[in-house]
């Protein structure tokens, strides 16, 4: 009887190996997911804006609101993977309508480790261009724009190594 107990313990344990070596040896290792950038916008005009959006443009307010657009665009790294600036095939640019001009932009917030002060932004008539900058995963960088007449619709247009174009925020 004892030899019979050894034998089914055996058997056990080779059964339990054989298991063990198929799980491991047939998971799949994760490949890194290609990353996802999307944005989103919002704008009011300066003179009707509630207080809450007014208030995050802090000193980018205009003197006289009156013909004033305020927009803030929201660039988004919807992935796990972190995307490195030598990653932008070029830089983003916000582009308004032809009857608008830009009076100021700035990166305004963020939620990750990167501040919004190390994010070069720069503007000409119509557009804002936006330097590459580190975006850590599940991470978000906001940019207030004031504009002198319309700002809908808006163009915003940017290119990744893994990802061919900025897709709008469903």
Known sequence: MDIQA???????IILFGILAL????????????PYRIAYIGHSETADNAGEAFRTTF??????????????????????????APEEFLRPVIVTLPED????????AQSSSSVAPETVAVQTR???????PFPMPNRSSMIF??????????YAVDGAFQQQARLEPLE
Do not use: C, Y
């Not at 050894?6 to 056990?12: A, C, E, G, S, Y």
């Not at 802090?58 to 790294?77: E, H, K, Y």
């Not at 608008?100 to 990166?107: G, I, N």
């Open 100 to 107: 608008s001009r830009v009076l100021l932009a700035r990166a």
């Open 22 to 33: 198929v799980f491991f040896r047939g998971r799949r290792k994760r490949k890194a997911e």
């Open 125 to 131: 008539l119509n557009q804002v261009e936006i330097a």
């Open 6 to 12: 050894n034998q089914d313990v055996f058997i056990l």
């Open 58 to 83: 802090g000193d980018m307010l205009p003197d006289d609101p009156v013909g004033a657009v305020l927009l803030r665009v929201s660039l988004m790294n919807r992935s796990d993977t972190p995307v």
């Open 144 to 153: 207030n724009i004031v504009v002198d007449g319309p700002a809908t619709p």
